[in-house]
């Protein structure tokens, strides 16, 4: 279930996949702190953590597992960088909350933290993404549905993304009207760092000939 790990270049790979999470979770942080809508996992994850009485964070951390252990029950591989974005990301977005001020009616700058935020997320993506570690616990579940049930990738992810943003919604997560420019903006976002840092978008094939992205 687990892919075998690079051990000649773990030390290099460990510290850029630890950059691009750390970028990752900052930008997470200001989506939240932008108070205009964020991601679809965020606003379920941020309406968890309110219910729970825990941070954001923790509750990233959380539902990492829970995804993933989904995505084995379904027989999903996993690499190294699974682990590493479940136990990562939570860290660093619960230290950036703590350090960026929440913002509101102040719409320029609003804007300008959730577009700067979605381009770091792009560019968080690329990077990890180019390390090549194993997909993240989310799309590790996409890639499981698509292989167990057939469906399309873009109908396996599409269809977690609204189930899991509508759940936020209904429990009060902040959906707004930045979670419809995240979903307009992050691919290109996503494209954009890869043309930037020249990743190549041609990681190995899994058995089935689909290939794992983050």
Not at 39 to 59: D, K
Request: glycine content about 10%; hydrophobic content about 55%.
């Amino acid at each position: 279930m687990f892919k075998p790990i690079r051990w000649r270049t773990f030390p290099r790979d460990f510290l850029v996949i630890q950059s691009a999470f750390l970028i990752f979770g900052f930008a997470i942080a200001t989506m939240i702190r932008a108070n205009l809508g964020t991601s679809p996992w965020a606003v379920f994850e941020v309406a968890m953590s309110q219910i729970l009485h825990i941070t954001p964070g923790r509750t990233t951390v959380i539902t990492g597992f829970f995804v993933l252990s989904i995505a084995l029950s379904l027989r999903e591989r996993v690499g190294w960088g699974t682990l590493a974005n479940i136990l990562s990301i939570g860290l660093w977005e619960d230290w950036a909350l703590s350090l960026i001020r929440p913002v509101q009616n102040n719409l320029p700058v609003q804007l300008a933290m959730l577009l700067g935020a979605i381009a770091c997320m792009g560019l968080a993506s690329a990077i990890y993404i180019g390390v090549n570690a194993g997909a993240g616990p989310r799309d590790t579940l996409m890639l499981a549905i698509h292989r167990r049930f057939g469906w399309s990738v873009g109908v396996a992810r599409g269809s977690i993304e609204v189930i899991v943003v509508t759940l936020g919604w209904l429990l009060g997560g902040p959906a707004g009207a930045g979670t419809l420019i995240f979903a307009l903006l992050i691919g290109t976002s996503v494209q954009t760092g890869f043309k930037l840092l020249r990743v190549q978008t041609r990681p190995p094939v899994e058995p089935d000939g689909i290939v794992a992205t983050d």
